[in-house]
């Protein structure tokens, strides 16, 4: 199993440009989700998704949009990109172990927007 | 509103030592709580959680209702335990996880 597979791991962006951060898991886990870490303020959950066709919004979603058409594949957009923006994104995906859920990151991405 | 507080942005120690890296958390229904870790260069990864009150490379952590937190332990702290630790928040049923800022563990040898 490749785990949580997420594309492209860096890239750099200008104010206003678009572009969408890939995230794919093999795992059949049911629930995903992107987190944007940033420094002194820990991960911040921007959208998740509890199956293919459901997504929902976390703590910080204004500026991003997400799909979930299939179960492997939960790809995080960014319509119009902002300085504000720039961050180190996660993707993860989750299953439940004795109950508990349990979170399987990415690798992550890091975005800098110009 | 849920919260995680770590009080500690960096915590310093030397090998050997005992080592408590504090994590507080705010939620009125039954919570699911994490430690994650990020080893330099690696993936973010569970350490432990509450419900199988276990422990992992030395460490345990207690969940202590009464006082809302989850600090974690280890009584002799190795360099290899340098790292970056987040405590983490599950919404039980929600799949919702709420991470604090996290606690720059640093070893010293």
């Known amino acids: 199993n490749a785990g949580v597979t997420q594309t492209p791991k860096f890239q750099v962006l200008k104010t206003g440009q678009s572009m969408t951060l890939q995230c794919a898991q093999d795992m059949n886990h049911e629930y995903m989700s992107w987190y944007r870490q940033d420094p002194g303020m820990g991960l911040r959950l921007i959208h998740y998704s509890v199956g293919a066709g459901i997504t929902d919004q976390g703590e910080v979603p204004n500026g991003y949009n997400v799909s979930r058409s299939t179960t492997e594949d939960f790809p995080l957009r960014l319509l119009s990109a902002a300085p504000s923006q720039t961050s180190v994104y996660f993707c993860?995906?989750?299953?439940?172990?004795?109950?508990?859920?349990?979170?399987?990151f990415g690798a992550g991405s890091r975005l800098t927007v110009l | 509103a849920q919260r995680v507080t770590q009080p500690e942005k960096l915590l310093s120690v030397f090998k050997g030592a005992p080592v408590e890296l504090k994590c507080n958390y705010s939620?009125?229904?039954?919570?699911?709580l994490f430690w994650y870790v990020q080893y330099s260069r690696q993936r973010l990864q569970l350490l432990l959680r509450?419900?199988s009150r276990e422990s992992i490379k030395g460490f345990t952590a207690d969940l202590n209702k009464g006082e809302t937190s989850f600090h974690l332990k280890k009584p002799f702290a190795q360099e290899e335990d340098s790292a970056m630790y987040y405590c983490a928040l599950g919404l039980a049923g929600f799949n919702k996880f709420y991470f604090g800022s996290g606690t720059k563990l640093n070893v010293k040898p």
């Open positions: 509450h419900i």
């Open positions: 939620y009125s229904g039954s919570p699911e």
């Open positions: 993860a995906s989750s299953y439940k172990v004795s109950g508990a859920n349990v979170l399987t």
